[in-house]
């Protein structure tokens, strides 16, 4: 299975924890419902990114709907991820009874799958099935009043079609075939990493490989064009910190860059220093004062991201209800007493940072 973590495809946190659902009927399958255009697989992400923001942001609910997804190139994406109740299906009995996943399909433009799209379909099914699924696979309409997940895609539901044994007849090949590298891109920050990408960020990435002893694979060293070098390279890095499976594909996600270079790059930095005397100097000054205004509003926003303070007071003051936010994130992380007073400290301002900014004294 290609497989693509949250980490990886750059999701928000969840508002709330997702109720477990150990084991259940199966699965139903949904599509867009609106118009959708097929494209590079480098755009996927950023895809599953503007729907999870439609879901929480316009909907209000918790987090990304789906378990899973599965874009026109065949990858699967987490979004609840396996044991955790959906909000999909159309009430809380039947986000019980089946697991949801979503597949790239619209109902005009791109409306049927791709055969990438059906084999990522058997593997997610056969994923779920794997951690408490049960055997059934239903679209959307079954059991509730829709047109989801359209006719094509309903076909492949009704007809078996997306049975995880099912494959299409061939000839066995004499040998395995050697492995390929992962071969897409992915967009951290506005910058592109994973084959084909272009620029000084991937110089910089090879260049942070070598010194950390994981650029066995570079004939020549590295440069600012991403090949299977750089990604076979980046894969044993994965792995190194631990990550197995498609979480050691080669293609950087925000948490293994951030280890790797200490920041992402292209992110604006965020003074320590700064935003303590911020905290500690607005909350008791007149209401809406404003100490280093610019930083102190990028940390407002990473908490509001977060879910730990309402958007409307993100405003760069460090006020009484950003002490209080910040002293809930600090809490999040296990700290206690004086530790969660809401003064950021260097490990928790990391911590909040990444994905956002980088942090300097």
């Known amino acids: 299975m290609k497989f693509i973590s949250r980490a990886e495809w750059g999701a928000r946190a969840a508002h709330n924890g997702h109720p477990a659902v150990p084991t259940n009927r199966g699965v139903k399958v949904h599509y867009l419902g609106g118009p959708y255009d097929a494209g590079e697989h480098g755009t996927c992400a950023a895809y599953m990114r503007k729907v999870q923001n439609s879901h929480m942001d316009g909907n209000g609910w918790s987090d990304f709907a789906y378990n899973l997804a599965v874009c026109e190139h065949g990858w699967v994406f987490e979004g609840r991820g396996r044991n955790a109740q959906n909000a999909a299906n159309g009430n809380t009995t039947l986000n019980r009874?089946?697991?949801?996943?979503?597949?790239?399909?619209?109902?005009s433009g791109h409306t049927a799958p791709t055969a990438e799209q059906v084999?990522?379909?058997?593997?997610?099914?056969?994923?779920?099935r794997a951690n408490g699924a049960g055997r059934e696979i239903r679209g959307h309409r079954d059991g509730y009043a829709?047109?989801?997940?359209?006719g094509p895609l309903y076909h492949l539901v009704t007809s078996g079609a997306l049975e995880?044994?099912?494959?299409?007849?061939?000839?066995?090949?004499?040998?395995?075939?050697?492995?390929?590298?992962?071969?897409?891109?992915?967009?951290?920050?506005?910058?592109?990493?994973g084959y084909g990408a272009h620029g000084p960020q991937?110089?910089?990435?090879?260049e942070a490989l070598v010194r950390n002893?994981?650029?066995?694979?570079?004939?020549?060293?590295?440069?600012?064009?991403?090949?299977?070098?750089d990604t076979l390279n980046y894969q044993q890095y994965q792995q190194h910190l631990g990550y197995g499976g498609q979480d050691a594909d080669g293609v950087?996600?925000?948490?293994?860059?951030?280890?790797l270079l200490g920041r992402i790059p292209g992110q604006p930095a965020v003074s320590l220093a700064h935003v303590v005397q911020a905290a500690r100097t607005d909350p008791g000054a007149a209401q809406g004062h404003q100490t280093h205004a610019a930083e102190a509003q990028l940390v407002e926003q990473a908490l509001a991201d977060e879910g730990f303070l309402e958007q409307h007071w993100v405003d760069g003051s460090f006020g009484t209800r950003t002490i209080a936010a910040y002293a809930a994130f600090q809490r999040t992380l296990g700290y206690t007493g004086a530790d969660a007073d809401g003064i950021p400290g260097r490990r928790s301002l990391e911590r909040l940072g990444i994905g956002r900014f980088t942090v300097t004294n």
């Open 146 to 150: 829709t047109d989801c997940p359209g």
């Open 119 to 128: 084999a990522g379909l058997r593997d997610a099914i056969a994923y779920l």
């Open 252 to 259: 950087p996600g925000e948490v293994t860059l951030q280890i």
């Open 164 to 193: 995880p044994d099912t494959a299409p007849p061939g000839p066995a090949p004499d040998q395995p075939a050697e492995p390929t590298p992962a071969r897409y891109r992915t967009t951290i920050n506005g910058l592109e990493y």
């Open 202 to 206: 991937v110089r910089e990435v090879g």
């Open 97 to 107: 009874d089946h697991f949801a996943v979503l597949a790239f399909v619209g109902d």
């Open 213 to 229: 002893g994981f650029g066995q694979h570079y004939q020549s060293g590295p440069d600012e064009d991403w090949r299977d070098a």
